[in-house]
């Protein structure tokens, strides 16, 4: 007897776009999807050279400057000229007398010729997120103090030398 069931019909291969994934997945699959329209835009491939800014010119220059956009040629993805935005002139000139430098990192990072030269821009560069710092733990005080303070009539004056003593305990334990 002759199989009668008809062939499964092949489904086309979805893309990386079209694919769902269940449970968890490291941030840096999705946020792809939605940051290389916009790096592109500005001739960054996925956007590697903006994050990796700081790894490629060093924590020096990158605090002073950052990546704008690369023009390349038309029809060509090699020798481009890369747009820097510095937030002085005086550090401008610095960056200007490494440029040699500067793009034989980032050539490096990319393993071909992908920039050329640089052009630099100036203006104020976006503030980096400060890290808040966590309060002080509070210094307590032994029972010996409290019961000293505790002799003190002035409610004031009794305030002030526990603060002072806090403080004391405090910078004893930094140190």
Same mark, same amino acid.
């Given at each position: 007897?002759p199989? #009668?069931?008809p062939?499964?019909a092949?489904?086309p291969?979805?893309?990386?776009?079209?694919r769902?994934v269940?449970?968890?997945v490291?941030?840096?699959? *999705?946020?792809?999807?939605?940051?290389?329209p916009?790096?592109?835009k500005?001739?960054? /491939?996925?956007g590697?050279?903006?994050?990796d800014?700081?790894?490629? +010119?060093?924590?020096?220059?990158?605090?002073?400057a950052? *990546?704008?956009?690369?023009?390349f040629?038309p029809?060509?993805r090699?020798?481009? #000229?890369?747009? +820097?935005?510095?937030?002085s002139?005086a550090?401008?000139?610095?960056?200007?007398?490494?440029?040699?430098?500067?793009?034989?990192?980032?050539?490096?990072y990319?393993?071909?010729?992908?920039?050329a030269?640089?052009k630099?821009?100036?203006? *104020?560069?976006p503030? /980096? *997120?400060?890290? /808040?710092?966590?309060?002080?733990?509070k210094a307590?005080l032994?029972?010996?103090?409290?019961?000293?303070?505790?002799? +003190?009539?002035?409610?004031d004056?009794r305030?002030?030398?526990t603060?002072?003593?806090?403080?004391?305990?405090?910078s004893?334990?930094?140190?």
């Amino acid at each position: 007897m002759p199989n #009668t069931k008809p062939a499964p019909a092949k489904q086309p291969p979805k893309s990386d776009d079209d694919r769902r994934v269940y449970g968890m997945v490291s941030i840096a699959v *999705p946020s792809q999807r939605v940051t290389r329209p916009v790096f592109g835009k500005h001739g960054f /491939a996925g956007g590697a050279l903006v994050v990796d800014w700081p790894a490629i +010119v060093g924590s020096a220059i990158a605090s002073h400057a950052m *990546p704008i956009r690369i023009r390349f040629p038309p029809k060509e993805r090699s020798e481009g #000229t890369l747009v +820097v935005k510095v937030d002085s002139g005086a550090f401008a000139l610095e960056v200007q007398h490494l440029e040699p430098l500067i793009l034989e990192r980032i050539n490096g990072y990319f393993g071909w010729k992908a920039v050329a030269r640089l052009k630099l821009m100036q203006g *104020p560069l976006p503030e /980096a *997120p400060h890290k /808040a710092k966590p309060p002080p733990p509070k210094a307590e005080l032994d029972a010996g103090t409290l019961a000293r303070l505790a002799e +003190v009539e002035d409610p004031d004056l009794r305030e002030v030398l526990t603060r002072l003593g806090r403080r004391i305990g405090e910078s004893l334990t930094k140190s």
